[in-house]
């Protein structure tokens, strides 16, 4: 599976944007999916993940009410749609594909789950 994740910009707080990632090279609905930020001088943290079947959604606390993650297993792309954002969104976020298919929030939270990753791109949120 290659992941090429894209939407990333510059926008000011308060501000919106809609990171997508297309997947490929496998079918798509097979598992889980999940973005992961890793902001300056920290490592990659969790954001929000989605199950295989789109129903099980999980966020960080810090997105939980501003960011929604979706997917559209016809057009084998995720999405994260990012509201409200504050400077502390900043970083730079990752897709990540699982071959695991289950429902677990503890799993699908974990990197090590994750089997594939996409390169990264960049969101800034100035204050």
């Known amino acids: 599976v290659q992941l090429q994740a894209y939407g990333g910009g510059s926008v000011q707080a308060g501000g919106s944007l809609r990171l997508s990632c297309s997947a490929s090279?496998?079918?798509?609905?097979?598992?889980?999916m999940a973005w992961f930020c890793q902001a300056p001088g920290r490592g990659r943290e969790f954001v929000a993940s989605?199950?295989?079947?789109?129903?099980?959604?999980d966020y960080v606390d810090s997105a939980q009410g501003r960011f929604t993650i979706s997917r559209d297993n016809a057009k084998n792309t995720v999405y994260l749609q990012m509201n409200s954002l504050k400077p502390e969104d900043t970083g730079v976020y990752f897709c990540?594909?699982?071959?695991?298919?289950?429902?677990?929030?503890?799993?699908?939270?974990?990197?090590?789950?994750?089997?594939?990753w996409g390169q990264g791109t960049l969101v800034t949120v100035s204050s």
């Open positions: 989605i199950g295989q079947s789109g129903w099980t959604l």
């Open positions: 990540a594909a699982t071959l695991y298919s289950g429902g677990s929030r503890y799993m699908l939270r974990r990197e090590g789950t994750y089997n594939y």
């Open positions: 090279g496998r079918t798509f609905s097979s598992g889980g």
